[in-house]
C-alpha cells in the first residue's frame, strides 16, 4: 500500500509537469479533442471513412454498436489524457492507441463492473483493469498518462494499475462501442510542452529577411516594436512539433505564423500560414478568420479574445495540420486529401510574421515528433461514395490538379447552345439536363440591352415546381458558387442529384453556351444548397488563392518535387537539342521554358515532347502554342510566367520522357534552356501512372480545302485548343462529332461561344490576345472511344494545336 501511494504520488508530478508547464495557474487542463458540433478530426478511420451513427448532443458524443469507429488526426508520444465516459445496456466502450504508422497497438476496455481498463497489446495482455462502480447516470471520470516509459490508468480518481512501455513507441488514439451503447464527453490532451525556443535574452536562433532590430526579446517576451518587414523565421526547419505560445496583439492588428516553409519560400504560396487576426466578436471580420490556414481553410469556429493574451497551440503531424486557441480546437485538415496544400512541404521553417502592428509573444515553446507520415490510415484512398470524395472534390480537383484528367474517371461532358433573338416573349428553356450532374461553365455572349433587359435567370432542381436559383444574369456570379474570379465566362460547379432545367425570362438578344458533367452513378452527388456545406470546407477560396499565386507568377517553386533542369545553350537554325531526359515512371507537373519571351512571337522555336521510348514526340509544336499569349501575368489555371513560361498540364510517363527544342527558322536562338517539376513514381504508384493517359499534342499548319479544326483517332480525351483564326474569319462552327455521332450544342456563328468572350480577353481558361485564341476544357473534357471530329463552316482553317489525353492503345 505504501508502494502503491509512493507511485500515484510520482504520477501527480509528472501530471504537474505535462499539464502546467508554460501555462497561466488559470488555465483549462489540456486541449479539447473534440468539437462541441461535430466530429471533425476524428474522421480517418476505417471504411466507412465518414463517420456514422454518432450523435452529439450537450458536449456529449453518444453511439451504438453500429456506429462507425472514431480515429483521431493526432498522434502522441508522452500525453495525459482525461476524459468522461458511459455506458448503457452492460455496453463497453474501447479506447485504441494505433501503433504508428501502422499496427494494432493497445487496446483498452472501458465498462462499468470489473476488468475496466483491461490493456491489450495484440493478443497479450498487459493490464487485467480494476472494477468501475455504477454511479447511476453519471459519468466516469478517466484519466491515461503515458511518461518515463510508464503507463498508468485511473478512473473515477482510482489508480488501476501503472505498466512498463518503451519510449520508441508513438500511438494515435481512436474510440470505438464494442458492447450495447456508451457515450464521450470532454476529451482532453495534454503533451509536454517542450523545449524554449527563445533563450530569454536576444534573439539567437531566429532570423528575418526584414530588419531583426526592430524585433526585441525582453521580460520574458518577444515584442516587434516596429515594421521589420518581414516574418521572423527559426533558424532550424521542422517536420512534426507540437508548437505551443501565447500572443497579445495590437487592437484590430493582422499577423500570423508560419508552418513549414522552405527557406526562401512565402508561407501562404509555397508552406502554410496560420492566421492571427485581433478582432472583438462583434467586428466583421472582412479578412481570413482566427486560425484560418490563409487562403485555403477557415477555421472551425472561434476562441480567441480581442487585446488580450491567447494562448496558441499549433500541432503538425504528418498531412494533419491541427490548431488550438485557449484550450479549444478551432482547426484540423487532413492535407493529404487537400488539392493544393498537398503540395506543401512536410518540414521548413516557422515564425512569427510582421504585418505592420505590434505583437508579443511569451512561453514560445517547441516539442519534436519523429519525422514520419503519421498513421497510415490517414492516407487511405476515400471511395468515391463518401461525400468528402464527391462529385465537387472531384470536378474542382480537374482545375488545381490537371494531372486528374490523365485518369479514366467515368465524368462526361455535354453542352447546352441557345441564342436569344430578343424578338421571342416569354420563357426560353436554354437547358434541361439529368443527373447526377454538374453545370460547370456559364458564358454569355453577343448581346444586346433591349427594352426586355437582362432577363432573369432561373434554376429549377429535382423536378421542383419554385426555382432554387432565381436571378439576372448579372447577379449569377454573386449567387452560385464561383470557381474563380470571372463573372463572364462564369466557372461553377452547380450540382444537381436528378435534374436540373434552367430557364431564361423576359431576356433581350443574347447567346448562352452552358458546359456541364454528368457524373457516375457511384460518384457521390448532392443537389445545391449551401455552397460551403456542399463543397469541401475551403475549396471554394482555395481556388481563387490558387489563381492568385499563378497570377502573381509565384506558385510551386518551392515545392518538395524534384527538378530536373538543362542549360542554357544556342539553337542554331535547323538544329534539334535533346535538352532534358528522365528515366523511370513519373508525371511531369510542370514545363518550364527558360528564354527570352521574344521567342514567343514566332513559329522559329518549337519543343518536342517524346514519351515511353515511342518513336516520335507526343507532342511537338511552336513554343508560343504552348504558353499562349504570355506576355504577362494574369489569374488562370494552366499557365505562368515565374522565370520562365510555364505549364501546369500534367505530363504522365511509364518508360521516360525527353524533351527537346528545335529552330525551324532562320536564325540562332541564344539562351534556351528548360526546367521540368517531376513527381517520380514509387512501386506503389508504378501501376497508377502505367494506366494513366498520355499528353498528346497535335499541331496543324494553315488549310485552305479542309473542314475540319480537330480530327483525332483512338481513345481519349480533349482538352484544349490553341488556334491562330485566319483573319477576317470568324470560324463558325459546324457539328461536333464524337465516335461518328452528332453531339448537341456545338454549332455557333462564330468561336465566340466556344472561347467565351468576344473581343481580347485573357479568362481563367480561355482567352484571345494578338493572333491566338485559346481554351482550356479542364473542367468539361470531351471523351471519345474512337474517334473526334470538330468541324467549322467557315471558308479556311487557321495552324492551331490540339491538346489531348490518349490512351496507350
Not at 490548431?323 to 503540395?343: C, D, I, R, S, Y
Amino acid at each position: 500500500m505504501i508502494q502503491a501511494k509512493m507511485r500515484l504520488t510520482l504520477l501527480l508530478s509528472v501530471s504537474i509537469v505535462l499539464g502546467t508547464a508554460g501555462l497561466s495557474a488559470a488555465a483549462p487542463f489540456g486541449l479539447q479533442l473534440m468539437r462541441p458540433d461535430s466530429l471533425v478530426g476524428w474522421d480517418h478511420g476505417t471504411p466507412p471513412p465518414a463517420p456514422g451513427d454518432w450523435t452529439i448532443a450537450d458536449g456529449r458524443l453518444s453511439g451504438t454498436q453500429r456506429s462507425t469507429p472514431l480515429l483521431s488526426g493526432w498522434t502522441f508520444g508522452d500525453f495525459e489524457l482525461r476524459f468522461r465516459w458511459s455506458v448503457a445496456d452492460e455496453g463497453a466502450l474501447k479506447l485504441s492507441l494505433p501503433e504508428v504508422p501502422a499496427g494494432k497497438g493497445l487496446e483498452l476496455m472501458l465498462r462499468e463492473g470489473e476488468n475496466c481498463g483491461r490493456l491489450t497489446d495484440g493478443d497479450k495482455q498487459l493490464a487485467p483493469g480494476g472494477e468501475a462502480k455504477p454511479l447511476k447516470g453519471k459519468m466516469h471520470t478517466t484519466v491515461l498518462r503515458r511518461a518515463g516509459g510508464k503507463l498508468s490508468f485511473t478512473v473515477d480518481g482510482r489508480w488501476l494499475y501503472e505498466i512498463d512501455l518503451p519510449t520508441g513507441r508513438r500511438f494515435g488514439l481512436g474510440f470505438s462501442v464494442a458492447e450495447g451503447s456508451g457515450s464521450l464527453a470532454d476529451i482532453r490532451v495534454q503533451e509536454p510542452a517542450g523545449e524554449p525556443m527563445f533563450n530569454g535574452k536576444d534573439l539567437s536562433g531566429w532570423w528575418t529577411k526584414g530588419d531583426i532590430t526592430k524585433w526585441r526579446a525582453r521580460k520574458g517576451r518577444v515584442e516587434l516594436t516596429q515594421r521589420a518587414g518581414d516574418y521572423l523565421r527559426a533558424e532550424k526547419e521542422y517536420a512534426n512539433f507540437t508548437w505551443s505560445f501565447e500572443i497579445r496583439m495590437q487592437q484590430r492588428a493582422n499577423s500570423g505564423v508560419s508552418v513549414r516553409t522552405p527557406r526562401d519560400g512565402w508561407p501562404t504560396s509555397d508552406g502554410m500560414e496560420l492566421q492571427l487576426l485581433d478582432r472583438p466578436y462583434d467586428a466583421k471580420v472582412t479578412d481570413e478568420p482566427y486560425l484560418a490556414i490563409y487562403g485555403h481553410v477557415p477555421p472551425l469556429g472561434r476562441a480567441d479574445k480581442s487585446e488580450q493574451w491567447n494562448r496558441v497551440v499549433v500541432k503538425a503531424d504528418g498531412w494533419m495540420i491541427s490548431a488550438w486557441v485557449n484550450g479549444e480546437l478551432v482547426q484540423q485538415v487532413n492535407t493529404f486529401f487537400h488539392p493544393e496544400l498537398k503540395h506543401r512541404p512536410l518540414k521548413g521553417w516557422i515564425g512569427f510574421q510582421d504585418h505592420g502592428s505590434w505583437i508579443h509573444v511569451r512561453n514560445v515553446k517547441i516539442l519534436e515528433a519523429p519525422e514520419g507520415l503519421g498513421l497510415a490510415a490517414w492516407c487511405r484512398p476515400r471511395p468515391p461514395q463518401d461525400p468528402r470524395a464527391g462529385a465537387p472534390a472531384a470536378v474542382v480537383d480537374r482545375l488545381l490538379n490537371p494531372e486528374r484528367l490523365s485518369l479514366a474517371d467515368g465524368i462526361r461532358s455535354g453542352v447546352a447552345h441557345k441564342v436569344i433573338s430578343g424578338q421571342e416573349k416569354g420563357e426560353h428553356v436554354l437547358a434541361e439536363l439529368t443527373g447526377p450532374g454538374a453545370i460547370v461553365g456559364i458564358a454569355r455572349t453577343a448581346t444586346e440591352r433591349g427594352s426586355g433587359g437582362e432577363g432573369r435567370l432561373a434554376f429549377y432542381f429535382d423536378g421542383q415546381s419554385e426555382p432554387r436559383i432565381d436571378c439576372t444574369p448579372g447577379e449569377l456570379a454573386r449567387t452560385i458558387p464561383r470557381l474563380g474570379n470571372d463573372s463572364n465566362p462564369l466557372l461553377t460547379c452547380l450540382t444537381y442529384q436528378r435534374s436540373l432545367k434552367v430557364v431564361l425570362r423576359e431576356a433581350a438578344a443574347a447567346e448562352y453556351r452552358l458546359d456541364y458533367v454528368t457524373l457516375p452513378q457511384n460518384l457521390a452527388v448532392e443537389s445545391l444548397t449551401d455552397p460551403e456545406q456542399v463543397f469541401p470546407r475551403g475549396w471554394l477560396s482555395t481556388a481563387k488563392t490558387h489563381l492568385r499565386w499563378i497570377g502573381s507568377g509565384k506558385f510551386h517553386e518551392y515545392d518538395p518535387l524534384p527538378r530536373v533542369s538543362a542549360e542554357r545553350q544556342t539553337v542554331e537554325p535547323g538544329q534539334t537539342l535533346k535538352l532534358v531526359q528522365v528515366d523511370g515512371a513519373g508525371i511531369v507537373k510542370t514545363l518550364k521554358l527558360l528564354a527570352d519571351k521574344r521567342v514567343l512571337e514566332n513559329n522559329d522555336l518549337w519543343l518536342e515532347v517524346t514519351v515511353d521510348g515511342e518513336s516520335g514526340p507526343a507532342l511537338a509544336a511552336p513554343a508560343r502554342y504552348v504558353f499562349p499569349a504570355l506576355t504577362s501575368n494574369y489569374d488562370n489555371y494552366v499557365l505562368a510566367d515565374q522565370g520562365g513560361p510555364t505549364c501546369f498540364l500534367a505530363m504522365p510517363f511509364g518508360n521516360g520522357i525527353t524533351v527537346a527544342v528545335s529552330n525551324r527558322g532562320g536564325r540562332p536562338i541564344p539562351g534556351v534552356g528548360l526546367s521540368l517539376s517531376v513527381e517520380k513514381a514509387d512501386q506503389q504508384s508504378q501501376a497508377d501512372v502505367a494506366g494513366r493517359m498520355r499528353l498528346r499534342g497535335v499541331f496543324q499548319t494553315a488549310q485552305n480545302a479542309s473542314d475540319e479544326l480537330i480530327n483525332q483517332r483512338g481513345s481519349g480525351r480533349w482538352v484544349g485548343l490553341v488556334y491562330q483564326p485566319p483573319e477576317g474569319d470568324p470560324t463558325p462552327l459546324a457539328t461536333m462529332l464524337v465516335d461518328g455521332r452528332p453531339v448537341e450544342g456545338w454549332s455557333a456563328a462564330s468561336l465566340d461561344a466556344f472561347l467565351g468572350l468576344s473581343g481580347e480577353f485573357r479568362r481563367q481558361l480561355s482567352g484571345r490576345q494578338g493572333a491566338l485564341c485559346w481554351r482550356y476544357l479542364l473542367l468539361a473534357p470531351v471523351d471519345f472511344q474512337k474517334s473526334l471530329v470538330l468541324k467549322h463552316a467557315g471558308n479556311q482553317v487557321g495552324e492551331r494545336l490540339a491538346l489531348f489525353y490518349m490512351s496507350r492503345d
